[in-house]
């Protein structure tokens, strides 16, 4: 394999690895905040539908990491959401570099 392709290749496995992860972290800090919540005040898992839309855009997904670091301040999980999104983003902003300068 050609230095292209072993960099195109490490790029989306690290983007695919680091948003899965990212996702499933997300979901595990919504399932402890919507724990902590009444059952009318629960954030859903998606919003289907423009009214639903409506009413949680304030807190959906801005304020679940908000959320869950004020209830639960020594859970890891808020710190290695944060060491995922890092990794997933800086692997973008790589992978645009590689692509501007003509390496992929």
């Given at each position: 394999m050609q230095?292209?392709?072993?960099?195109?290749?490490?790029?989306?496995?690290?983007?695919?690895?680091?948003?899965?992860?990212?996702?499933?972290?997300?979901?595990?800090?919504?399932?402890?905040?919507?724990?902590q919540r009444?059952k009318?005040?629960?954030?859903?898992?998606?919003?289907?539908?423009?009214?639903?839309?409506?009413?949680?855009?304030?807190?959906?997904?801005?304020?679940?990491?908000?959320?869950?670091?004020?209830?639960?301040?020594?859970n890891?999980?808020?710190?290695?959401?944060?060491?995922?999104l890092?990794?997933?983003?800086?692997?973008?902003f790589?992978?645009?570099?590689?692509?501007?300068?003509g390496?992929?």
């Amino acid at each position: 394999m050609q230095f292209k392709d072993i960099l195109l290749v490490t790029c989306i496995v690290v983007g695919s690895v680091s948003g899965l992860l990212q996702t499933l972290l997300f979901y595990s800090m919504l399932d402890a905040v919507n724990a902590q919540r009444p059952k009318d005040q629960q954030i859903p898992d998606m919003m289907l539908t423009w009214s639903e839309m409506r009413k949680y855009w304030g807190t959906y997904p801005w304020r679940v990491r908000q959320d869950f670091h004020s209830l639960f301040p020594g859970n890891r999980l808020y710190f290695w959401h944060n060491v995922v999104l890092a990794i997933f983003f800086a692997n973008a902003f790589a992978a645009l570099i590689f692509l501007i300068s003509g390496v992929l």
